[in-house]
């Protein structure tokens, strides 16, 4: 036994000393043993391949305690050198200077970021830290956990490959929280110790010192240029933000969702090539909205966290704030909206760079072939009698709908 309290444990028998098979040895055996030899509690039981190999005769093996004995001759066991071990498999104990802290299904949570409420959560249980498995780890369970260790909420819900890696017993695994219960003990789960589980999946949280702000459904704005209405969208669901799939974002869905967000209106759809990329979750993919509705989860779509997207894609907006007029694909079926439009510091008095609106998106027209016939249909389809000539443009953005146009004057 070493200095420390840490090591091979051995048991003196018949004026021989002798190993303990690791065969049944739990925290319970090893808090007995701890004490025997004068130490107020145990860490962690450990097993043979984590103790060096001893020597000459295995003594016992299948040691069963109850944790409450005073020494480990008094705790039931197969009978003094009845065994099926090799010194591979020599049982050993950590133990401890002082009583070990906590109470049963107290947590705690570790790694270089715990002090910010960040890291991977641990159980003590029997006496003994361990960990959760992330299998079926939701916002949900984390926010029980949050709480718990006395946090108002929780931010997100963290996995093996988010937090660092743990060691010992993993205590839990498939934990079922409804997210109003005192402790993660009340939660639902597979029992202690039953797992199929690596250190590499251990669960994690990252909790919040305020309440979560927002409702369910409350949409937000991220990236460099959000404070001005464009960037990454983002909603709120199960307590958790996460990002929109750019599968099917056209301009009726972000005028839902710049008006949800009290824009007047939107300037256009945002791809991930055109916002910053998000992280965790992806609630939404394939939204569809005719640009009438309160909000975004009025709109049809594939269902909560359904798609088949990486965060390359995320849907942004770029939100407006006077009305822009874009006509919506249905408006412009049945009234026959003007589809055109002119954008540019002179837009005002007539002149700039003509757009054209095609599948729910705005877009330039390419000046090849541009001459002034074209130039007298654009004026007159915007109501105006006449066109300039020569005039130079701001450059655009986004789609270039149109290319080689080409006009005769009286065709309107």
Not at 238 to 259: F, K, L, S
Not at 360 to 380: F, L, Y
Request: charged content about 20%.
């Amino acid at each position: 036994m070493s200095a420390n309290g840490t090591g091979r444990v051995e048991i003196l028998h018949d004026e021989q000393w002798g190993t303990i098979c690791d065969h049944g040895w739990r925290m319970k055996d090893a808090r007995v043993a701890c004490r025997q030899l004068g130490y107020p509690d145990a860490v962690r039981s450990l097993h043979g391949n984590e103790v060096p190999s001893g020597s000459g005769r295995i003594w016992l093996a299948h040691v069963a305690c109850n944790g409450n004995e005073t020494n480990i001759t008094s705790c039931s066991h197969h009978g003094w050198g009845n065994h099926y071990c090799t010194h591979s498999e020599d049982a050993g104990i950590e133990c401890s200077n002082t009583v070990f802290a906590g109470k049963p299904g107290s947590l705690r949570i570790q790694g270089p970021m715990s002090v910010n409420g960040t890291g991977r959560v641990e159980i003590l249980h029997d006496g003994q830290w361990g960990t959760i498995c992330d299998h079926g780890w939701r916002i949900k369970d984390a926010r029980v956990a949050c709480r718990q260790l006395g946090y108002p909420d929780v931010v997100r819900s963290l996995h093996g490959n988010e937090v660092p890696t743990g060691s010992g017993r993993i205590w839990l695994a498939h934990v079922a929280c409804n997210g109003k219960e005192p402790n993660i003990t009340s939660c639902s789960h597979h029992g202690w110790g039953n797992h199929f589980c690596t250190h590499s999946e251990d669960a994690g949280i990252e909790c919040s010192n305020t309440v979560f702000a927002g409702k369910p459904g409350s949409l937000r704005i991220r990236g460099p240029m959000s404070a001005n209405g464009t960037g990454r969208v983002e909603i709120l669901h199960d307590g958790q933000w996460g990002t929109i799939c750019d599968h099917g974002w056209r301009v009726e869905d972000a005028r839902v969702a710049c008006r949800q967000l009290g824009y007047p209106d939107a300037v256009r759809s945002l791809h991930g090539n055109e916002v910053p990329s998000g992280s965790g979750r992806i609630w939404l993919a394939q939204v569809a909205c005719n640009g009438k509705e309160p909000n975004i989860t009025s709109c049809a779509h594939h269902g909560w966290d359904n798609h088949f997207c990486k965060h390359s894609e995320d849907a942004g907006v770029e939100c407006s704030k006077k009305a822009t007029g874009i006509p919506t694909t249905r408006s412009t079926k049945k009234s026959g909206a003007k589809s055109i439009r002119l954008q540019g510091p002179s837009c005002a008095n007539g002149t700039g760079r003509v757009q054209v609106f095609y599948k729910r998106e705005w877009g330039t027209v390419c000046d090849d072939e541009w001459d002034i016939n074209d130039a007298r249909v654009a004026c007159r389809q915007l109501g105006y009698s006449n066109a300039p000539h020569g005039y130079q443009v701001p450059s655009g953005s986004g789609r270039i709908w149109l290319d080689e146009v080409a006009c005769t004057e009286s065709k309107l």
